[in-house]
């Protein structure tokens, strides 16, 4: 019996790891369909195509188009939160977090731009079933940790000294909207690689928050 326990035990670790195997697979496909066709065309035959799969495979995963585009959000926003945090934390005074942040935000944007690509089409496309647009969206339950971190940032190097006196959620804004512009912008991004951009940004931050 006890033998039995193992092997049932086993194949259902073995069953749940190829549903996850498959799902990661429909999402990297998804990404690749809303970066060539962007949100609008993105059907779930044209996903199914590029994953090589049938769309009946891609409904036994996800309950329709609005679940994957749903869940695919979370996990792009999950990516590269988890990418700049790992860098951030790696610091230990505010102005060194502060360029970490800067800098691990435009990586990975550069490093991912897909993925950058698919979270954008699906922000400024999807809609909720009451037809709300996702970017007008506004949870106050569930605060932005990517924007805490930045706020904590700022706020530790006024606290420490290392920055001036000046409103957090302006230069939160500021940062963010410099950081977001960059591919978004073909006008810069034809004039200044990223790497010039980031340090640029970094400096020209610092100018401005610095006593």
């Known amino acids: 019996m006890e033998g039995f326990l193992i092997l049932k035990n086993n194949a259902g670790e073995k069953s749940s790891f190829i549903s ?32 090589g799969i049938s769309t009946a495979l891609i409904s036994y995963h996800f309950a329709d188009k609005y679940d994957l585009m749903n869940q695919l959000l979370m996990k ?38 897909a993925h950058y690509a698919a979270l954008l089409e699906i922000v400024f496309n999807a809609r909720t079933p009451d037809n709300i647009p996702y970017y007008k969206l506004n949870d106050e339950d569930e605060e932005d940790p990517i924007m805490r971190e930045l706020q904590q940032i700022l706020r530790e190097g006024q606290e420490t000294g290392e920055f001036g006196e000046f409103h957090v959620d302006v230069m939160v804004n500021m940062i963010q909207g410099s950081i977001g ?17 980031s340090n640029e940004l970094v400096k020209i931050i610092h100018r401005a928050i610095k006593r």
């Open 76 to 113: 792009l926003i999950e990516r590269s939160t988890t990418y700049i945090l790992e860098r951030v934390r790696r610091e230990s005074t505010a102005t060194d977090k502060l360029n970490a942040f800067i800098v691990a935000s435009l990586a990975y944007q550069g490093t991912h731009p």
């Open 181 to 197: 512009e960059y591919m978004l912008n073909f006008a810069i991004t034809k004039k200044v690689d990223l790497e010039t951009y």
């Open 20 to 51: 996850e195997a498959r799902r990661e697979q429909i999402m990297d496909a998804a990404i690749q369909t809303l970066d060539d066709i962007g949100y609008v065309s993105a059907s779930l035959a044209q996903i199914a195509k590029r994953a």
